[in-house]
């Protein structure tokens, strides 16, 4: 049993065709001219709200359709009588083994494998159906924009942040350098894991030669070298003849190993100070490495590894409103605390002024007013962003979609449970990567008495009935509807009104 509701039944009824009016008495000549021409135009009127909908076959006309047409409020289709002159091009033939989908079967999940395969899918079948001579430059076009070449061209550019949260931004030409050694610890805890353990090695190394070279000239300075076996001499550091053996003494003392064969004697004082001042600095230098080799063995960044995030995002319509969601999910049964997730929208732009801004950050509105950006991640979530008129897709169809150029940016925020170090998770979604028209899959169920996460179906979607007119294009419709209805119930109540004499 899915813990989620039922899919609501299909309706179509929203989604009926506008209001005809019937086109002017015309030559049989000048339609036989224009005929596919004006076929052309009926299509793509006919097809500007519905993308998903089969064109409805028609007795004698024939109109092709292309579902990333938009349609203009306002505009009205041409109506067909039987006495116009047939506008139908020759039917294609059907491949053997086809058949006809009906128009309930778009509510079966269609689930695509990722967003290129849906687009490669969509790029070879428009390549493999030729445009007809009489095809508009409109729909042209869209034909070019969804070939294999121009898709690899929007595949190809450069990232803000690639999906596993790595920002792709290089500083260069920094003139204060200075500025990183005054925060040393943080320095040598972002270095990369060679040049910290080359640090970290070489930080004993060299506190173990120096001392060592510091213990060999003072036994050369007083005349122990010289004097090794004489039993009536009183080294200062006992059993060192050479630079082997001082740089043995100086791990020994440094380490606390302690073999007893050499050791510093009371007939010196600056060997008892240069014994003194080692344990500090060793002291020193554990505490430093140890420290930071914890810090970066247990940074939250790779706490951050298992936290997925969907390799898509989905346009479809929830609660009658236009949104953009993802899905989110925690692989470890270790929960984040107080997890809060952001997005921001990336878009060069140029202003009224025309100064251009590079890489401009946008907020995209999670719930920040409601408090739905504050998640309890135990399951997957799916996150959802509202387009209204505060949205930057506010105007945003999916034909425009094709032509954009910007990139989501989302942000999980939350202390680790186990640690209660802050961590932070980032992925990113580009305008290909974006499925309009889609919905995720439940990937959660009841068994046992307990809900079970099947994170194989994390990734899937399936096809929906979604308008590919803009929230603002619907808004505007859903005005006129309104209008136009209490227009109307005015006018009924006006007529059921008794007369009055």
Known sequence: MLAYLPRPPTDTSQYGTFPQEPELPATPGTLAQDSWQQASTTAAKRSAQMPNYPSLPCHGVIVPSEPSLLLSRGSMATQYRPGDVPRCPPPAPRETGTHWNPLHALSVPNIPSSARGRTSARSSAAAAVPAPEGLPSRCRKLLEEDSPAVQAGKRQRQRYVTKVGKCQVNLGNIQEKKRFLSDIFTTIVDLKYRWFLFVFMMCYIITWVVFGTIYL???????????????????????????????????????????????????????????????IVGSMIDALMVGCMFVKISRPKKRAQTLIFS????????????????????????????????????????????????????????????????????????????????????????????????????????????????????????????????????????????????????????????????????????????????????????LLQPCVP
Not at 255 to 271: D, F, L, P, Q
Not at 441 to 458: H, I, T
Request: aromatic letters at 10%; charged letters at 25%.
């Open 217 to 279: 000239f003072d036994a050369w300075v007083r005349g122990d070298i010289w004097h090794q076996g004489d039993p009536a001499w009183q080294p200062c550091i006992e059993n060192v003849d050479g630079f082997i053996s001082a740089l043995l003494f100086s791990v020994e003392s440094q380490r606390t190993i302690g073999y007893g064969s050499r050791m510093v004697t009371a007939n010196c004082a600056e060997g008892v100070i240069l014994l003194m001042a080692q344990s």
């Open 311 to 494: 390799k898509n995002c989905v346009i479809s319509r929830r609660d009658e409103k236009l949104c953009l969601m993802f899905r989110v999910g925690d692989l470890r049964e270790s929960h984040m605390v107080d997890a809060k997730i952001r997005a921001k929208l990336i878009k060069s732009r140029q202003t009224a002024e025309g100064e251009f801004i590079p890489l401009e950050q946008s907020e995209l509105n999670l719930g920040y007013d409601t408090g739905e950006d504050r998640l309890f991640l135990v399951e997957p979530q799916i996150i959802c962003h509202v387009i209204d008129c505060r949205s930057p897709f506010w105007d945003m169809s999916a034909e425009s979609l094709r032509r954009e150029q910007f990139e989501i940016i989302i942000i999980l925020e939350g202390i680790v449970e186990a640690t209660g170090m802050t961590c932070q998770a980032r992925t990113s979604y580009t305008e290909d990567e974006i499925l309009w028209g889609y919905r995720f899959e439940p990937c959660m169920s009841l068994e046992k008495g307990a809900f079970q996460v099947d994170y194989s179906r994390f990734e899937l979607t399936f096809e929906v009935q979604t308008p590919v007119a803009s929230a603002k294009e619907l808004h505007e419709l859903r005005e006129l509807e309104q209008q136009e209805h209490s227009t109307l119930s005015l006018y009924w109540d006006h």
